[in-house]
């Protein structure tokens, strides 16, 4: 296992639940959280902040990938021969093992909270065009951008977390290019439900509709 290994990263096994993995999250952010840390003294008062940030950063990617069902599936099944192989040395085998953390730690977890704001967004508007001036369907759609919202903040904290190898350096654009396209449609949407102009739901809604097909490609052109 690398040092980026989700499981080593959570101090948990490979066959641990889903309920075993959370517990072990929930542990590590209280350890290493400054509030938590700044209700301590002595021997945690003078440690390097930095360092926990960094740890935060790795703990919340590991997360991601772990709490979710099919990334998690992809991770354990993905690159075997680098994973278990602590001696390769070549900038080849590097570049790969560059990679692999990449996509674990932000490739992964990044397209799992980008489902949770393009899979819904199908129901959230057409439940909203039933009748956009009805106070509760927009009360609704208003809670589904701020959801948005939310997840779009964790998705660029993971997306600046770690640069992009040199071997994905267009899968990361694309990516970016995904990430920009639905951070545009959300704010589009927010413009809408402020004054009801059509046009900002028109143009979002085909911002939606293009990231998604982007998201599709990325999924399918991941590099390995």
Not at 54 to 61: G, L, S, T, W
Not at 63 to 81: G, K, V
Not at 119 to 139: I, K, N, R
Not at 164 to 173: E, V, W
């Amino acid at each position: 296992m690398t040092a980026a290994d989700p499981y080593r990263v959570l101090g948990v096994s490979q066959g641990a639940t889903t309920a075993e993995i959370k517990a072990a999250y929930r542990a590590l952010v209280k350890q290493h959280h400054p509030d938590a840390k700044a209700s301590g003294a002595g021997q945690n008062s003078i440690k390097d902040p930095s360092q926990d940030s960094k740890q935060i950063i790795a703990i919340n990617a590991a997360w991601e990938l772990l709490r979710h069902q099919e990334s998690r599936r992809r991770y354990d099944s993905s690159t075997p021969q680098t994973r278990s192989s602590p001696k390769a040395s070549s900038s080849s085998s590097n570049g790969e093992a560059a990679l692999e953390r990449w996509l674990s730690g932000v490739y992964w977890p990044i397209d799992q909270l980008l489902g949770e704001v393009l899979e819904p967004f199908g129901a959230e508007f057409t439940a909203l065009s039933a009748d956009p001036y009805d106070d509760q369907l927009m009360a609704n759609f208003c809670s589904y951008l701020e959801r948005s919202r939310n997840y779009l903040e964790r998705v660029e904290y993971l997306f600046r977390s770690q640069a992009c190898p040199a071997i994905a350096k267009s899968f990361g654009l694309s990516l970016y290019h995904c990430l920009s396209g639905v951070q545009d449609a959300i704010a589009e949407f927010e413009r809408y439900t402020a004054g009801y102009v059509d046009g900002y739901l028109r143009d979002g809604r085909e911002m939606i509709r293009e990231a998604s097909q982007r998201r599709q490609r990325l999924q399918t052109q991941q590099p390995r």
